[in-house]
């Protein structure tokens, strides 16, 4: 019977909070990352129980139903927690009650038992209501189960940390009296599961629901105590206490390497002339590091192109080198810009405009890739440069720094940070060193690798 009573602690808790299926499970999908600590968000958890008229009692009710309900609403509180209560709906499927030719047996529930004699005649009242619920013992032993078949039907749904989460159930155990609950008889439950969006899992859940005092007739306040009394009908519980939702969202910090291609020829101190209005240049980043994905991001990064300044079809000594270009023949001069007018990829539009290009690619074509098993869109936010001596080291290692939202199917779940640092370069009279060799007059730049300090970071929330 102690077992029994348990039981039926723990299944009024779970029937009691509408929270309790905001879950981490052992086989959630949800890395356990590297790098930054988890975005953890606890919600007290406060609300009410309903059990179906008239009530749970030791003797149960009688019914013509095959299914009853009970309803709870359960409020989460705290920064990030939403201020919408959850209620749920848990059917609870009631039992015939054991007869001969419609006689109960003096061991059925009291419910069953039930009967009025006039003239000498018994008529008992599982004749119009044969089937009984929402008696201690059946609520003992199948009230998890409901509640789970419940979750199951239909997951619950909330807002944590500005994320519209589903709640999936995963599993659930008792809180036995002198638990987490309290030394003072109350009862409970711990569950967990997973936390989605749109389907995605993105976060593990623990809930603890602590049922801290009861109503009804000859109710006492203390719920697991009244479960014992013959004479009590509980009509509904209170969940408070040490009760509170935990969302563990699994931040992730992946390191970054990969390459930038440079509009052939490259990139160089006069620049090269084309008769294209832009050209563009081509990168590949992979992030590795546990729960990040090893698939390569492609970056397309087109430039407009510059028109060579002139004066009837001359250029002027002050323009980039390449504007020079020319040939002699026969003692007339024919400049290159007559059939390629634009000049690109000089170090000074690098320079100038490099940020600013990337800024619209990725405004035109947001960044994808995988983090903690999820696939998310990157957001472009905000770009700036990194120069020598900051985040990318003192080796006159250059980048830039991107930051932005993380979306899943259009609803943001987060922030990121890329930091990306070119640590050398290649091409025609590099030196390896790319900041220095953009000084160069002589070298022509064809490619960089990005390595080094370089990462992608992203923080749920």
Do not use: E, H, W
């Not at 949800?30 to 129980?49: D, E, H, K, L, R």
């Not at 619950?156 to 995963?170: A, E, F, Q, S, W």
């Amino acid at each position: 019977m102690f077992r029994k009573l348990l039981m039926a602690g723990a299944s009024v808790a779970l029937a009691a909070t509408g929270l309790a299926a905001v879950g981490a499970v052992a086989s959630s999908g949800v890395a356990a990352a590297t790098g930054p600590a988890p975005t953890v968000v606890t919600c007290a958890s406060s609300g009410t129980v309903t059990f179906a008229s008239p009530g749970l009692s030791f003797g149960g009710a009688l019914t013509a139903n095959t299914t009853v309900k009970s309803a709870a609403s359960v409020l989460g509180t705290g920064t990030g927690c939403s201020a919408t209560p959850i209620g749920i709906s848990i059917p609870s499927a009631t039992t015939a009650c054991p007869q001969t030719a419609g006689v109960p047996t003096p061991t059925d529930p009291s419910a069953c038992l039930a009967s009025k004699t006039k003239s000498g005649i018994t008529t008992y009242a599982i004749a119009a209501k044969p089937n009984y619920y929402n008696t201690t013992a059946s609520y003992a032993t199948a009230g998890v189960a409901n509640l789970a078949a419940a979750l199951a039907a239909k997951p619950l749904k909330t807002t944590v940390d500005n994320i519209p989460l589903v709640l999936m159930y995963g599993a659930a155990s008792q809180i036995t009296p002198g638990g987490v609950c309290g030394a003072n008889d109350d009862v409970g439950f711990y569950l967990t599961g997973n936390a989605t969006v749109k389907g995605l899992t993105v976060a593990t859940y623990t809930d603890t629901t602590c049922l801290v005092s009861d109503t009804g007739t000859g109710t006492t306040g203390d719920f697991f105590a009244d479960l014992t009394s013959p004479s009590t009908i509980i009509t509904g519980a209170t969940i408070g206490g040490a009760s509170n939702l935990t969302v563990t969202f699994p931040n992730s910090s992946c390191s970054a390497a990969g390459t930038v291609t440079f509009a052939s020829p490259g990139l160089s101190f006069g620049g090269a002339l084309t008769a294209n209005t832009s050209v563009k240049t081509a990168a590949s980043v992979v992030a590795t590091g546990a729960g990040c994905s090893a698939t390569p991001i492609g970056v397309s990064i087109p430039s407009t192109t510059t028109a060579c300044p002139q004066t009837a079809g001359v250029p002027t000594p002050t323009d980039p080198s390449a504007c020079l270009a020319s040939k002699t023949k026969s003692g007339i001069t024919t400049y290159a810009i007559a059939a390629k007018p634009n000049y690109y990829d000089t170090t000074a539009s690098y320079a100038t405009s490099g940020v600013a290009d990337l800024a619209a690619a990725l405004l035109a074509k947001p960044l994808k890739t995988t983090i903690d098993n999820v696939p998310m869109v990157l957001n472009y936010g905000a770009a700036s440069q990194i120069t020598p001596g900051g985040v990318c080291g003192a080796n006159d290692q250059v980048g830039f720094y991107l930051t932005g939202n993380a979306t899943i199917k259009g609803l943001t779940i987060g922030t990121y940070t890329q930091t990306t640092c070119l640590v050398s370069d290649t091409g025609t009279g590099t030196t390896g060193d790319f900041f220095a060799d953009l000084t160069s007059p002589s070298t022509i730049i064809t490619g960089a690798v990005i390595g080094g300090a370089s990462n992608l970071t992203l923080t749920f929330g």
